[in-house]
């Protein structure tokens, strides 16, 4: 078992236990699906549909393929919608959370990360590099700056209902990490 999986779904669980159970959610860049499995399992949400922009081997749950640019749903397909650090590997990081948006009817849960001095974007970067180019995933380096992607979220006609920053995703020597990951809840308060 990942430690820093596991504490992630703790956040998740605790975020949406009031929400418990979700009918219906679609997993924003599934990559082994391993948190679409959890979900299902810990009865959190019923239906986990995970989509991905590539195919990743031994993958717990098998992903829809898409293009990376529209997401093959309709609007407010699903009653959750969730990522788990994935925006900051997209080409357009907003429009990929605007399309992740529209398809969201309730609820939308992210996982990933922020900074503030130009120092933390360079070690978010490295990081990023460490952990994901063995994996083929590519590393485009936009995470987000401050909050600048919850004016987005705001505009799409969400509104916070939960934020935990710092995230406690890490322990031991790697517990500084910490003030760079935050999981927000956001529920959709009118349609755009």
Not at 41 to 57: D, F, K, M, N, S
Not at 143 to 149: A, F, I
Request: one cysteine or more.
């Amino acid at each position: 078992m990942n430690p820093y999986r596991q504490r992630v779904l703790s956040i998740f669980s605790e975020a949406l236990a009031p929400l418990r159970p979700v009918s219906r959610a679609l997993d924003f860049g599934s990559g082994d699906g391993w948190f679409a499995q959890q979900l299902e399992e810990t009865g959190l949400v019923r239906a986990v549909t995970p989509i991905e922009v590539q195919e990743r081997p031994n993958a717990l749950r098998q992903p829809q393929i898409y293009d990376g640019v529209r997401l093959p749903f309709a609007n407010q397909s699903f009653d959750l919608v969730y990522s788990v650090d994935v925006l900051h590997h997209c080409r357009e990081p907003r429009e990929s959370l605007r399309d992740a948006l529209r398809v969201a009817k309730r609820s939308f849960l992210l996982k990933d990360h922020t900074w503030r001095w130009y120092t933390s974007y360079l070690f978010l970067c490295f990081l990023d590099e460490i952990g994901n180019r063995r994996f083929g995933i590519p590393c485009f380096y936009n995470h987000q700056r401050r909050w600048n992607w919850f004016e987005t979220i705001r505009s799409e006609g969400f509104e916070l209902e939960k934020l935990v920053h710092p995230a406690q995703c890490h322990t031991g020597a790697m517990k500084f990490v910490n003030r760079f990951e935050f999981v927000s809840l956001w529920r959709r308060v009118s349609s755009v």
